[in-house]
C-alpha cells in the first residue's frame, strides 16, 4: 500500500512560474523526501526532511514538513522547461526502506 | 565516480520463463532495494536486503527472488515469468536509512 500521496497527480505551468507540490501520508515518519524522476530514467534524490525539521531550501526548492497534518510541500521557484519531470515523495520510518507516493506529473512550457 | 547499473535495460520474454535481472552497485552501499514501476502505482517494493546474505521480503514479492551473496550485487529473479510481471524494475542503493541512489531501469516484457 502507498504511504504518500501526492497531489496533484498533473500540473502544468508556464516557465518563470512556481511549482507547489503536495505530499500526505499515513504513519508516523523519521524523513521525508522528494525525488524527480525524467522519463525513462531513474529517480534522482532532491531533498530530505527529518521529522524535527519545518522547512528546508536546496537552491529553487523549498519543503515544508507539518508532521501534525502528516503532510508536505515541495516549490520549485522560477521554474524551468528542464524541470519537466514526475516528482515523488517517499517516507522514511524506523527501517531503512522508503513507501513511495504515486507522483506529480510536473509539465514547464517554455 | 561510484554508480549503480541495471541490465539488460530491455528484455521481452515468454510466459513461464525464467528471468534474471541484474544489479550492480560501486557505492559499497550496504542496503540494497529492488522496485517495480507501474502507472497508477508509483514505485512498489519488491525485495530488499541490508548485506551480504541477508533478504527480505517487500510489498510485491510473489513471484520474485533475490539473493546476496556480495555487497556489490543483486540479482532479481523472476521463477516462471507471468504478463502481470510486465513493469519498469528499478534497483537502488543506500547506505543508511536516506538517500537511495537508483539505477537507469529494466522495461521487462513478458508476452
Not at chain 1, 511549482?19 to 532532491?46: D, P
Request: neutral net charge; charged residues 20%; hydrophobic residues 30%.
Amino acid at each position: 500500500s502507498q504511504q504518500g500521496e501526492e497531489d496533484p497527480q498533473a500540473l502544468s505551468i508556464q516557465e518563470g512560474e512556481n511549482a507547489t507540490m503536495n505530499c500526505s501520508y499515513k504513519t508516523s515518519i523519521n524523513n521525508l523526501q522528494w525525488y524527480r524522476q525524467n522519463s525513462g530514467r531513474g529517480l534522482v534524490h532532491l531533498i530530505l526532511i527529518r521529522s524535527n525539521e519545518r522547512e528546508k531550501h536546496s537552491g529553487r526548492l523549498r519543503v515544508t514538513l507539518d508532521t501534525s497534518k502528516k503532510s508536505s510541500s515541495l516549490l520549485i521557484t522560477a521554474s524551468r522547461a528542464a524541470d519537466t519531470a514526475s516528482y515523488f515523495c517517499a517516507t522514511g520510518g524506523a527501517t531503512n526502506k522508503l513507501i513511495f507516493g504515486t507522483g506529480t506529473l510536473l509539465a514547464v512550457q517554455p | 565516480d561510484a554508480e549503480i547499473t541495471q541490465s539488460p535495460r530491455h528484455k521481452i520474454t515468454e510466459t513461464g520463463r525464467q528471468v534474471t535481472l541484474a544489479c550492480h552497485q560501486t557505492w559499497n552501499h550496504n542496503n540494497m532495494f529492488w522496485y517495480r514501476q507501474d502507472l497508477g502505482h508509483g514505485l512498489r517494493l519488491i525485495h530488499y536486503s541490508y548485506g551480504v546474505h541477508d533478504t527480505n521480503k517487500g510489498e510485491v514479492s510473489d513471484g520474485y527472488s533475490v539473493s546476496r551473496s556480495n555487497t556489490e550485487d543483486l540479482p532479481l529473479t523472476l521463477e516462471s515469468a507471468a504478463s502481470s510481471q510486465t513493469s519498469v524494475y528499478f534497483c537502488a542503493s543506500s547506505d543508511r536509512a536516506d538517500t537511495q541512489y537508483f539505477g537507469p531501469g529494466t522495461r521487462l516484457t513478458v508476452l
